[in-house]
Structure formats: C-alpha cells, structure tokens
C-alpha cells in the first residue's frame, strides 16, 4: 500500500524531475502553502521559476480536536509552481497521478470551477478544484495578482490536498487511519498534536497576548520593510496573519477589527511585494526575463478557393469553463459571428452554435465560395471645385483623374449627404470566403469575455480559462489565421484519457458527428436530455425518481461540466436520513452535484444519482462517490450535533464576529437594523396581538443561523435551519415558521412568505439591504450584485403585491423608513436611486406578464405600490378597446395639453360666465365625491369619470379659455382644467396612450 510518506517522495521525484527546484516548507505558521516566499514572491516579476515542495497548513478555525474525518487545525498540502505557465500544465497534472497509482482512465477525474483570492494578501487568480471521484484533492489556480500587483508572466499553482488523496487511495473514512508510513498510521504522527493545538486555538490561547503579538509583528514587517528587506518582512507578515487567525478561532475578531486587519496586513503585503520587485531588478533579474514578448506574426502565403458553398466548424478549445459560462459563451459566439459575417458580403447559411466544458463549436452552412462582388465608389473634389464657369474641368477634376488613372470624362456625378461630387466607380472581385473568414474569426476570438476573466501564456487574450486550440474548417480547408499564440488547423482536442487525446478532423462536414465518435458530445441540449433518460432509469431500480422540474437547474449544471456523461446510481446510509431533509440535498447539491432520489410522495430515499464525465470503472468511481458524501454528511452531522448544544439567543451573539459590509457593521447591526424595521412596518398596517407576539420574538432572534456552524458551511440553509433550531429549542411554531419566511423568496421562482410576521421580518430585511447598501453606493453593475441587490428588490415587490395587509405599504415609504435605521444617511439621490432600481424590476415583471409597453408606461405612476400596479396593468390592457374609456382617455389628454405646469388646481364657480363651465364643475364635483379617499385603478377612474367626457368636450367647443382681456376670468377657467387634471394625477400617465 502506497503510504502517505512514499506519496510525498514520489511527487517530489516527479516534479524535481521536470525542473522544480525543491524547496523546503516556511519556518512559521501559514494557512497554505501559496504564503511561502517561495511562492508569494517568487512569482512576481518577470524571471522564471519552477518549485515544488510540502507545506504543512496551519488554520486555526479548522480545529475540531481530531474528531472530524476532514477538518484538521493542520493539514499537508503539496505545493508546485510553474512560471510561466507551460501550457500543458493540467496533463503534466494528470500524469503526476499516474505516479501516486491513480488509474486516471478508471477514475472520474475532473477540474471544476474554483476561483481563489487572499484578500489579507492582495492576490487572486482563477482555476479549479479537481475532482478524484467527487473528492476535491487539488487546488489549480493562474496566479493573476500577488501583492495586489498583477503577474506577468503567469504562474500556474497546483496545490495537492495530500491527506484527501491518500484516504481515497487507501479507502479509509478517517484520517487518522491513513498509514503514514509502514507500522504507523497519520493518528499517531499526528494525532495527539491535533487534539493539543486544537485545545489551544479553540480555547486556551491567550486573546490579549495575541493582540500584543500581532500588533508586535506588524511593528517589526515596518521596520523591516525600512530596513530593505523583504524576505523578513514577509516573515513577519505571516506571523501576523497567524495571530489574527488565533484570534478569530477564539471568537475575538469584531467586523471593524476584521476589516482593519486584512487592510492592514494588504498594505504590508503590498509593499513587500514591491519591495521584491525592486530587489530583483537591482540584482539584474539573474533567473532571466519570462515577461510577454511581441509574438511572431503568422506568414500566409494564400487561402484555399472553393469552387461550390461549403460548410464551416469553427471550434475555440478551452481549458474547462465554469458552468454558467458555457451558455453564455454559446450566445456571446453567435451573436459575434453574425453581426461580423452580416458586415461582409459572404453569404452563409444557418449559424448554429453549441458548448460543453472544453469547446465552443459555431457551425455554419452552406458558406458561398466567394463575397459577392461590389462597387467602390472612390469621393473626388466637389462639383462646384472641379468645373469652372465655363463647365470645363479645372486643374483639381484633373488631377483626381490623374490619380485614379481614368480620364476627365470618365469622371461621374455621385451626390452624398445632397453634395455633388466628382467620383469614379470601380468594380471590386468578391475576396475568397477563407479570407473573409480569416479577418472574421479571430476577431470573434479577441472579443470573447467573461464575467471573470484572467490571463495566459497568449499576450493580448483574456478570458475565462485558458484557450488552446482553435479549429477552422471550410469545408476539407483549414482556413489560417493566427490569434496572439494560437495558430488555426484541424487538430481538436477529445478526452485527456483517450487512446489519441488530439485527434484530426478531416472535413467540417458532419463535425458533431466526429465529436460524437470521440466521446465528445457538444450539444448542451442533447445531454442533458441523455442525463435525464439515464438518471431516471437508474433512481426507477429503487423505487425512485428524479424530480426533474425541482432539480431543473442543478441539470443544467451538470449537462456543462461534462462532454460525455455517464450516469451512475450511489447510495448513503440511512441513518443520515436523520438530519433535516434539507441539509442532504444541499449537500448533494451544492458541494457534489448529485442528483437527489425520491419517492413517489417525494421523500428522501438513501439514494442518488452521480454523472461521470466519460467512460470509468462505474463500480470503483461510484465506491469514491459514496466515500465523498459519507465525508459531507459526517461534516454536516458534527455541525448539526454541535449547533444544538447552543440555544438560538446565545448563538445569535456569534453574528458581531460576522461582517456585513463597512460602514454597515456587523450582522448583529444588521439584524438590530431589521428588527427595528419591522416593528416601524407593524405599526402601520392592521395585525393581530397574536401575530405581534410572533414578530417581537422572531424578530429578537433574526438571522441567528447564520453564526451556526452548519450556515457558516452552507449558507444556502440560512432560514432552513433557523425553522430547525428553533423547533428544536423550544421556541413555538409559528415563531420558527416566521425565522423561516423572512428569508423567501430565495430566487425568483421561490414560495412567498404565508404568515404575516414571516411577510414582515423578509420586506424589512430586503429593504435594509437595499436603503443600506445605496446609501453607500454599492449598486450592481452588469452581472455584478454579489449582495444580491436584484433579487432582494423583486423580493420586495413580490411580497407587497401578495400580502393585502401589506400593501397599504408602498415601495418609496419602505425605503424612506428603512433608511431612517441605517448607519449612513440615505440622501435624497440614493433614495431615488434606490427606488428607481426597484421600480424598473416592477416594469419588467409587468413586460413579462405579458403587458404592452404602453400600458406598462402608463400604469408606472402607481408603480411603487405593485399590486396597485399589476391591477392597473391588467384593467388598462382590457380598456383600450372600451369607446367609452377612449373618451375619457382623450378627454383627460386634452385638459393636460392646454393647462400649462404649475397652474394651481383652484377656481371659484362665482366667476363662470356660461353653462358649459357650470356643467363641468358639477360632473367633476360628482366624480371628486366618488373617488374620495379610494385607492384609484383606470376602471374605478372610468366609473367615477365618465361623465365628464361630454362636459370637457362642450366646455372646449362653447368656452374660450385663453381670454387675453379678462386675466381673472381666464386663470379661472385654467383652475377648472387643471383641478379635472388633478382627478386623474396618479391613476395613470395618460399622456403615455396612443388613442
């Protein structure tokens, strides 16, 4: 049996043998081994460097005394660095597996999205988790910043989880049954250290002394930095970053102190990385220059010509994208090649476009040989400048002749923008549809962006991950092209494990086909189809099913982190059905992409559903998934036993360690903030003693899951396990139901709050998210909001609309209220901003409904009370086919054009000097006494209203309003106008109707 130590000296051996010095582990506590200088700073600058070396971890917060199976205060990482980055790092990965004996061709390997940053050291980059079987065991990241300063070139870092892969290779549940070496196991190495230090930082570390350390080893990173020397600096840098880490596993780090801390440690960070830098260039950089270089541009001698249409597959290879991007890309793709392709004159055929994983591939029929040829029309000097008086040319008509080679009187009249020019027509050839191309595609290639993007090896591309091969097929022809280092050809890439991983492609013709044959499926639609088929077969062998519209989503992740799924049915042992329903399947979920199995009646069974990405050994892959889960759920069952040990009001302390945001304080001020809130909404609506029993006591407890350590590990559960905890505690029902509701809806198809104290405690938490969060200036920007600002609006509208009681609440006065509460003063703009964000979710809900624009528009006065608004939509739409509401509608936009702004709404019937005006003012009396005090929608204005048609119409024949001789007489009749326009002010923007 491979031991933990033989593992260690074999990595060692393979990397040493590709070039990596092997350098020793830091002589201080860090909590990963990216915190070595021999990571840190060796990769910034410019100078080449390849390292591998074992990092023992330290994380405090980790601790758990050595009784959980994963979670330990100190852990062994294997740490390699390749800068720049090769550009076959994840193969060079693979093969290192191969030498620690994992049969990479029987296992399910795969590399899943996982962006890495450090905040306390101002470094970031994107990368995965990899995946042996489900169990994360590897950390691959592109570096893009260390020091807040950004790489170049590009390191790649791959950092080895080594007691994960040894307990999957030697199949044992705890890691202190790993052999570590022949005779003992990694508990007695290890073990008595784990329970000791883990006494240490969970409950015996001195928090004054740490303080006093920290604040001493921050004084001593300065001096050092004084002194020039950044080796000692970053020393003291870590020591720091450990004390704060005691810290915080004591419980003693307040949001402010957080904030401070990480700020701090940042700035230090930085300068010892600018201070490396410089050291570096002072010496010369004497491991060299790996800096981006200009790259060498691809010389084409010609492009293929075709003599009949041809089809095109254009393939962009990648390494894996994160699942979203996949869809995303497939769009961005299609939308780029037509409108580049619709500014040439190459005529095509169908644009079809598909994505998975490792590819984009745009397929396009029927591309003609050749563009279409043209006229070039080649702008001389103007008429008037080319002719004299006499119509003969003059020297400039010449002289445009003479460079044009043509003679004076085969010049033409051309007229642009009604100016007559002299010009000359000439007929362009259509260039071949491989040059056409040539232009078009990389050009597709550049423009690709993501919502994350990084940098490679390949100067001047950004994007998601690494592109890597491109193929480009007209029809049997390559069509060349280079893009920064990637040349175009017909080599694609297929399964890392396969016979020929490159494999050639003949022609674009039939390319999903070839795909297919190669075990690449590109068309998202087609697996998740197969996904589907083959997981309900397999849940149908134990009675189950997949719950295929709940689990909608998690399918569509699933069908992108595969190109050939396989399916396969796992199993968990019973007695976990015991935690709450909720906490398995998110388990599933979120951490391992299972599919949950069901009954009939929708129950739970000990089941799931796993998909594989290609060909494996089912029995020995399904034996790791199995091992995985049994791992989460043992994860989760520790928080869950532990969680109940601490009454709901005693854990709600944990939320003052919990930031918020700055200059927002902690989730304990936030949850003051809501509670607060709550109560102001209460007090303005009808509600019952019982249910403001229900509020005072939920809302003294708002939030407190998310201090519980099963929320701190998935915060997907905040409200789930609040309901559990405070059943399981004693507190009533309807309490427990209301910590519940207050965080629904979750997404935009999620259950409403049923209870009106539930109702409340979520309308006061969104609206002190979003008063808070725009009284800062923190709004979303394009598919940014990581408060989830968008969501918390719709939330908001949804739960106004839904409650009756609720709804004598409009959205401006929620805001106005909420912001009242808030550290930062909400102003007048970020009010109006705040507002306007929420009003046009409103707009766009009633877009969606299926509304016209007009009736949407018209209907927006009202919209800050949306279930006023989603009535008025729904009256409007039926109306404007109405004759008798068309009267009233022209009618009411007749009074508006001719009563000028600001005309006070006021006239005295003493001054009316005809019948017309007398009429008016009693049909307008009759309609102001019926919709007195009414919330007005168009149909209660039409019923009010209507007889008004007839005298506005007779006023405006018999009446001349605008008297020059009689000022009183006229601002009289102005004030009759403009007091029938104030009947209609806010039902509707009737200026907005097309009648």
Known sequence: MLTMQDALLRLTEYWAGLGCVVSQPMNTEV?????????????????????????????????????????????????????????????????????????????????????????????????????????????????????????????????????????????????????????????????????????????????????????????????????????????????????????????????T???????????????????????????????????????????????????????????????????????????????????????????????????????????????????????????????TAAYDEDGKPTRAAKGFARAQGVSVDQLERITIDGVEYVGVRRPVAGRPAAEVLAEVLPAVVLGLRADKNMRWNAPGLSFSRPIRWIVALLGEYVVPFQVSTLVSGRVTRVHRTADEPAAEVPSAEGYLSFLAQ??????????????????????????????????????????????????????????????????????????????????????????????????????????????????????????????????????????????????????????????????????????????????????????????????????????????????????????????????LPRHADDELPRTLPGAILALADRLDLLAGLFALGTTPSGSSDPFGLRRAALGVTAILREHPLLQVLTVEAGLVLAGRHQPVELSEQALSEALGFVLRRIEQQLLDAGHTTEVVRAVLPVSSSPAVAERSAAELSELLDDPEFKQVAQAMQRVRRIVPAGTPSKYYPALFHSDAEADLHEALTKAQNDLAGAEVTPAQFLDAAARLAKPIERFFTEVMVMVDDDPVVKANRLGLLSSVRALGEGVIAWDQLTI
Not at 216 to 234: F, G, K, S, V
Not at 556 to 578: H, Q, S, T
Not at 670 to 693: H, L, T
Request: aromatic letters at 8%.
């Open 31 to 255: 909590g990963a081994g990216t915190l070595n200088p021999a990571t840190f700073l060796r990769v910034l600058g410019p100078e080449p460097w390849r390292v591998a070396y074992v990092e023992p971890s330290v994380r405090p917060d980790d601790s758990r005394y050595g009784d959980n199976p994963n979670r330990l205060q100190m852990h062994t990482q294997y740490q390699v660095i390749l800068k720049p980055e090769p550009g076959n790092a994840q193969e060079l990965y693979l093969d290192s597996l191969r030498v620690l004996g994992i049969d990479v061709d029987a296992h399910d390997i795969r590399f899943v999205e996982d962006n890495w940053a450090s905040p306390a050291l101002g470094a970031w980059g994107l990368g995965w988790e990899v995946w042996l079987d489900g169990l994360e065991i590897t950390q691959f990241t592109y570096f893009q910043q260390a020091g807040s300063l950004p790489l170049d070139p590009v390191a790649v870092e791959i950092t080895y989880g080594v007691e994960r892969i040894l307990m999957a290779l030697q199949g044992v549940n705890h890691v202190k049954d790993i052999l570590y070496a022949p005779g003992l196991t990694w508990g007695e190495v290890y073990g008595q250290a784990e329970f000791e230090m883990s006494t240490y930082y969970l409950d015996s570390a001195d928090i004054e002394a740490n303080r006093q350390l920290f604040e001493t080893y921050e004084a001593e990173a300065r001096r050092m930095l004084q002194l020039q020397l950044p080796i000692p600096a970053h020393s003291y840098v870590l020591k720091c970053s450990h004390a704060f880490n005691v810290l915080d596993s004591r419980g003693a780090i307040g949001t």
């Open 257 to 383: 102190e957080r904030a401070r801390a990480f700020a701090r440690m940042r700035n230090l960070s930085r300068e010892v990385a600018e201070l490396w830098i410089e050291r570096r260039k002072e010496l010369g950089h004497p491991l060299g220059d790996e800096s981006a270089k200009p790259v060498k541009a691809l010389e084409i001698s010609e492009f293929p010509h075709l003599d009949a249409p041809a089809p095109l597959a254009f393939e962009i290879g990648v390494e894996e994208l994160p699942a979203a991007e996949v869809t995303r890309q497939v769009e961005a793709v299609r939308e780029a090649l037509a409108e580049k392709l619709a500014e040439t004159r190459l005529g095509h055929g169908e644009i079809r476009v598909f994505g998975s994983p490792r590819r984009i591939v745009a397929l396009i029929d029927a591309v003609e040989p050749v563009e279409a040829a043209h006229e070039r029309t080649i702008k001389g000097p103007r008429v």
């Open 518 to 743: 190669h075990g690449v499926l590109a068309d998202f639609a087609e697996r998740r189809a197969q996904i589907v088929t083959q997981a309900q077969d397999l849940a149908s062998t134990v009675g189950g099913v997949i719950d295929v519209q709940a689990e909608s989503d998690l399918l569509d992740e699933i069908a992108n982190l595969v190109e050939e799924p396989v399916p396969l049915l796992g199993r968990f042992d019973e007695k976990y059905l015991a935690l709450p329903t909720e906490v398995l399947s998110t388990v599933m979920r979120k951490k391992q992409r299972y599919l949950p199995v069901r009954d009939v009646a929708g129950r739970l069974l000990p089941y799931y559903v796993a998909v594989a990405n290609g060909e494996c050994d089912v029995e020995l892959a399904g034996t790791g998934y199995d091992a995985v889960l049994r791992a989460r759920y043992e994860d989760a069952s520790f928080f869950w036993k532990n969680d109940l040990k601490v009454e709901p009001a005693k854990m709600k302390h944990g939320l003052a360690k919990l930031t918020f945001a700055e200059r927002l304080g902690s989730m304990a001020d936030r949850s003051a903030r809501i509670a607060s809130i709550a109560y102001d909404i209460a007090e303005r609506i009808e509600i019952s003693a019982d249910d403001w029993d229900v509020l005072a006591r939920a809302a003294s407890l708002a939030k407190f899951d998310l201090a519980s350590e099963m929320v701190i590990e998935l915060p997907t559960l905040a409200g789930v396990m609040a309901r559990e905890y405070a059943l399981r505690a004693g507190e009533p029902e309807a309490v427990a139901t209301a910590l519940y509701e207050m965080e």
